[in-house]
């Protein structure tokens, strides 16, 4: 992974840290760089063959390699001291997931970012409260209106009890 000079790094996020008051939660230097879209890859939602539980109650998002296809997303610059917090959000030493080097392709062209990609995954609904998150997360940030209609489409599991979400100060301004 490249640190820069000034000791920050490039972070490519397609689901709840799209948003950027979740990401701050655990992350608070996260600062929006651009959009982009990851090619050749596709969003899907699940878990982790060995987790049965997790904060969202449903699946959450995952990038998986499948030609022709995109995933939209936003690219965070992070501070290299947010990095251990960042692999801990994603759950890198327990192998939820792992750390990935990917090339965005951006208006500012070629960007190569740190993102994440789920180990032993299986496919499950996201519960609501998780597509909320990730939903105004990807309009806030101005991703495409087809990849947000998209996003919309999304089925869930209809869990309807706590989340993360109600942990999230969401600014409506």
Do not use: E, M, N, R
């Given at each position: 992974m490249s640190i820069s000079a000034n000791g920050r790094f490039m972070y490519f996020?397609?689901?709840s840290n799209l948003l950027k008051e979740r990401l701050q939660m655990a992350n608070p230097s996260a600062t929006f760089h651009t959009t982009g879209r990851l090619k050749d890859h596709e969003l899907s939602f699940g878990l982790c063959e060995t987790i049965q539980n997790n904060?969202?109650?449903g699946g959450?998002?995952?990038i998986v390699p499948c030609?022709?296809?995109d995933v939209w997303g936003v690219i965070w610059t992070l501070s290299s001291e947010d990095l251990p917090r960042l692999?801990?959000?994603e759950g890198v030493s327990v192998g939820i997931y792992s750390p990935l080097e990917v090339s965005v392709e951006t208006d500012k062209g070629l960007i190569f970012c740190r993102t994440y990609e789920m180990n032993n995954f299986h496919a499950c609904p996201p519960s609501p409260q998780y597509k909320q998150v990730v939903c105004l997360g990807a309009e806030r940030n101005?991703?495409?209106v087809e990849y947000l209609k998209k996003l919309e489409a999304i089925q869930t599991n209809n869990?309807?009890?706590p989340s993360?979400?109600?942990n999230i100060r969401i600014d409506m301004n």
């Open positions: 996020a397609f689901g904060i969202w109650h959450v998002a995952t030609p022709g296809a692999d801990k959000q101005g991703l495409p869990y309807s009890g993360v979400l109600d």
